[in-house]
């Protein structure tokens, strides 16, 4: 035999490397997995937020509507009775009937002036809306009156249904 052998190497055998995790993924399938819910996310608020300003963009249009006809006919009744039951149909829209419906007079003026800084209905222009469209010729002050309904369409179609439950 031959003194010159080396000694026989004490190797491991082969080691594979542990197999393919599925978690944590790959970033691109954290993409291909958050676009059907980010897809799904744009359409619910796409719908939320045209449904909520639906009623804002009709009452508008209705209000302009009220205005031309006034500026044609100068009929202050007919101007102050559209007014009170656009007012009407857009608080009802916008909140529950049952809360809304029922309010006449002095109650509803209040609950109109809860929308705005200032209490408008009840004690500025918007107080005839109680009696105008009672009244044959009734004395108005059309332009402030369509600006406050104006107003108040713009900042009631803003505000939740809660806010207004939570101040009464």
Excluded at 86 to 91: E, F, N, S
């Amino acid at each position: 035999m031959n003194n010159n052998t080396p000694p026989p190497l004490e190797l491991r055998d082969i080691h594979l490397p542990d197999p393919v995790s599925w978690w944590p993924l790959a970033p691109g399938w954290w993409l291909v997995a958050a676009t059907p819910l980010f897809l799904l996310l744009v359409w619910w608020l796409y719908r939320h937020w045209s449904k909520r300003y639906r009623v804002r963009r009709a009452a508008l249009a209705e209000l302009k509507r009220l205005e031309e006809a006034h500026a044609k006919h100068r009929d202050a009744q007919r101007l102050a009775a559209g007014l009170s039951a656009l007012l009407r149909r857009v608080a009802i829209a916008r909140h529950p009937p049952e809360e809304v419906a029922g309010m006449a007079g002095q109650e509803w003026l209040a609950w109109l002036d809860r929308a705005l800084p200032t209490p408008e209905f009840s004690q500025g222009p918007g107080a005839v809306l109680i009696s105008a469209p009672f009244q044959p010729d009734p004395d108005i002050d059309a332009d402030a009156l369509l600006m406050l309904c104006r107003r108040w369409i713009r900042s009631a179609s803003l505000i939740k249904m809660g806010a207004w439950q939570s101040s009464s």
